[in-house]
């Protein structure tokens, strides 16, 4: 019975059989004969007829044990029986295939008894005897393995079960080799393989042998013949068939039927190559082409031999490529552009494939890989100063898809990293986009602790530096053009570096000079003078800096710069394929050029804050008649000015609150009174009022606190002694000290 299935895989793998096949089980120690099986077949649950040869030789060193009268028997399973001439439509009889010193008889159907002869060799003639029996037999519905078993009977023969055939289910597995893509117009699709499950599976009659393509799809012509010779391109014979077996070919519409008639000697399984030629009309729709394969004694199945496409291309990488930010002649991954169909990329017009804004194409390649001869593509010019390039297709494609390589260089931004991703389009056909390398910093950096940074204040110390490579050879010796390279760390405008830090290596094996690290004003210069082959680590430690009184609160930023890490700013002098750029209006410093971007940083990194220093603990020096201050040793301003009336000097609250240390916001005014709060000391004063009140106590003033000009003026010894602080005046300063 034939049974249908369904194959969508492009390859199934079938049993392959040996020509050597080892006992199950060895025999007696004693016996003395080398037994085996010339060839494993795969055979039907019905097959009759011969299979491979076992043979029962002496071995070399044992010459002459297989003695006269004595016995061996062979057992087949059950459902095989040995041919005994009756059994079988070819009247096979398996003591007629027999050679050797032994005579034969039939036990019964299973057990086949062999006697050795007078013609035995002795032991004195050193010559083995060899015993070859052709395993003439008969299946009746048995399943998997089929082993004979050697009972020896004490004699010279070894004993042991050995394969001879496997029992196949079916006539026939059909499956497609590959598939293939296709446009318009006849194409081949992929090779369909048909082969036998087992030797005869689908007899020995003429038969016919049906492949049906799907609605809208047409055979080729050529199919049509009587004639091998005009079809030996498409349909091949191997194993137990031959080109004789072929009778014709015939097609109608989606049908191509092959008639063959196998021939009934054939010991093998047969197996037919067809090559599908065929194409789509327009009504057909766009997706994978399964065929139906059937016939006479041939098992049902579908394979799928190709896709019908529509005019596109398919883009594929070799490699994801990393590529390191601020350098020069970093490559890609290799983009391939391959044609779904020929014809898609169109003779006389442009591909434009186009990267991210922060990147520039420095070097391009292209290499043709497939498609017809003349197929050719062309880079258009490039200056190395865009993120696009242009191919020109000058000849397209009719029978071959075309693949086209394409290798870049480029350089990419300094401060920028991620997924470089290619986008393809234009008008010779086909779009798509595809990630092509991962831009990433050449080093990392960090601010061990983010210092409190007090503006006016020299000699501050700042959180630790630290500089890492993201991957070794990160950091460079010399730049593209020679240049010995270094590392720089630049602070924020009236931010100077104070004395030079501590610049160290702690990991990985970079050398710098630390003999020639030097500062000027707010750059730190570190020459490096070997690259590392392991990833290694900076430490910038024993910072100390001078902030100048003009410098906003905020964050403070360092800047990670230098040729050792960025040559592609615009202060270098450009890059293009492999070299610095010609010409007049070439390589020039301070101007954009090829390869180059507004960028001198890798990365930022925020090293400390800057705030207005909180009242100082210490001295602060009021100027009778100025509004200039100074408060811990910081120069300030005021908006109003001291003043002395009355023997004792007035000072604006806030700045005076502020010197003795009273936070802003504990500083209050509501309805004429004035509050003061410092921890657990609260100093109260009304204006107009020569009371003083701290906490739960009185205090009586000689003068009264006031509104001058707007500005609310108060005592100062007074308040400032409420505060526990020390006042003295000489020279037109009043000094408050804590």
């Known amino acids: 019975m034939k049974r249908t299935r369904k194959v969508v895989s492009t390859l199934v793998t079938v049993a392959m059989v040996g020509t050597l096949v080892l006992p199950i089980a060895a025999g007696p120690a004693f016996a ?24 029962i030789s002496e071995d070399e060193d044992y010459a002459g044990d297989f003695t006269s009268g004595e016995t061996f028997t062979l057992t087949l399973p059950s459902n095989v029986e040995w041919a005994d001439g009756t059994n079988n439509d070819d009247k096979l009889d398996v003591r007629d295939y027999i050679d050797g010193p032994v005579t034969a008889r039939l036990v019964n159907d299973q057990t086949l008894e062999l006697k050795f002869t007078d013609a035995v060799t002795s032991k004195a ?25 050697i009972d020896g009977r004490d004699s010279g023969v070894t004993e042991g079960d050995y394969l001879i055939a496997r029992v196949s289910s079916g006539s026939t597995v059909t499956t497609a080799m590959d598939t293939k893509t296709m446009g318009d117009g006849f194409s081949k699709g992929g090779t369909i393989r048909i082969e036998e499950t087992s030797v005869n599976a689908i007899g020995t009659s003429e038969q016919e042998i049906k492949l049906k393509l799907p609605n809208n799809f047409v055979w080729s012509s050529d199919y049509k013949t009587t004639k091998y010779d005009d079809v030996k391109d498409y349909i091949t014979f191997s194993g137990g068939f031959s080109p004789a077996d072929f009778v014709k070919a015939e097609i109608s519409d989606r049908n191509l ?28 729709d766009y997706g994978d082409i399964e065929i139906n394969v059937s016939g006479d004694e041939i098992d049902d199945a ?19 490529e990393t590529v390191v930010a601020g350098q020069y002649a970093q490559e890609t991954g290799t983009l391939t552009i391959e044609e779904a169909v020929p014809g898609t990329l169109i003779a006389g017009r442009d591909l434009t494939i186009e990267l991210p804004s922060w990147v520039k194409i420095t070097k391009v390649k292209t290499k043709v890989k497939k498609g017809d001869n003349s197929f050719n593509v062309k880079v258009d010019e490039y200056d190395g100063e865009d993120n696009t390039i242009d191919l020109n297709i000058e000849n397209g494609t009719k029978k071959t898809a075309a693949k086209i390589e394409v290798d870049f260089e480029v350089s990419v931004q300094a401060n920028k990293s991620g997924d470089i991703e290619a986008v393809v389009s234009g008008k010779s056909g086909g779009e798509g986009e595809i990630v092509i390398a991962k831009a990433v910093a050449p080093v990392s950096v960090e ?9 006016g204040v020299q000699d501050q110390p700042m959180s630790d530096i630290i500089i890492t490579e993201t991957a070794a050879g990160n950091i460079l010796e010399k730049d593209s053009y020679n240049k010995d390279g270094q590392i720089v760390v630049k602070l924020p405008a009236n931010i100077e570096w104070g004395a030079n830090p501590k610049v160290e290596v702690t990991e990985g094996n970079l050398e710098i000079d630390e003999d020639n690290i030097d500062t000027s004003g707010s750059y730190l210069y570190i020459p490096v003078d070997s690259e590392s082959s392991k ?19 905020g964050p403070v930023e360092a800047k990670i710069m230098g040729n050792a890490l960025v040559e592609n700013n615009k202060e270098s002098e450009g890059w293009l394929d492999d070299a610095k750029p010609t010409g007049d209006d070439k390589g020039n410093v301070g101007t954009l050029d090829a390869g180059e971007f507004d960028t001198d940083n890798v990365v930022k990194v925020v090293v400390g804050t800057v705030v207005t220093p909180a009242p100082e603990a210490g001295t602060a020096v009021f100027n009778v008649g100025s509004s200039i201050y100074t408060a811990g040793g910081v120069t300030k301003v005021m908006d109003a000015a001291p003043y002395i009336k009355e023997g004792r000097t007035y000072v604006p609250v ?9 936070a802003e916001e504990d500083i209050a005014f509501e309805n004429g009174v004035v509050t003061l709060t410092k921890g657990e000391s609260v100093v109260t004063l009304t204006i107009g009022s020569t009371v003083l009140t701290q906490n739960d106590s009185t205090v009586t003033m000689d003068v009264a606190p006031e509104v001058n000009n707007g500005r609310t003026m108060l005592p100062a010894r007074f308040v400032a002694e409420a505060f526990g602080a020390m006042v003295g005046y000489a020279n037109g300063q009043v000094v408050i000290s804590q």
């Open 447 to 455: 601010s061990v602790a983010k210092a409190q940074l007090k503006i």
């Open 535 to 553: 990833a290694s680590k900076i430490k910038i430690s024993n910072i100390i800096v001078d902030i100048n009184r003009v410098v906003p609160e």
């Open 654 to 662: 806030r700045y005076l609150a502020l010197a003795l240390g009273v």
């Open 302 to 320: 579908d394979v799928i031999v190709a896709t019908y496409a529509d005019f596109g291309i398919e883009l594929a990488v070799d490699d994801v």
């Open 32 to 55: 003395a004969s080398d037994n085996r099986v010339s060839k494993v077949i795969n055979v039907a649950d019905d097959y009759e007829g011969k299979l491979g040869t076992l043979s």
């Open 125 to 149: 003639s050193k010559i083995a005897d060899v015993v070859d029996i052709d395993m003439a037999i008969v299946v009746d519905g048995a399943e998997g393995d089929i082993k004979v078993s």
């Open 257 to 284: 039927t092959i008639t063959i008639d196998p021939a009934s000697s054939r010991t093998q399984r047969g197996v037919i190559y067809v090559v599908p030629y065929f194409k789509a009309d327009k009504k057909a």
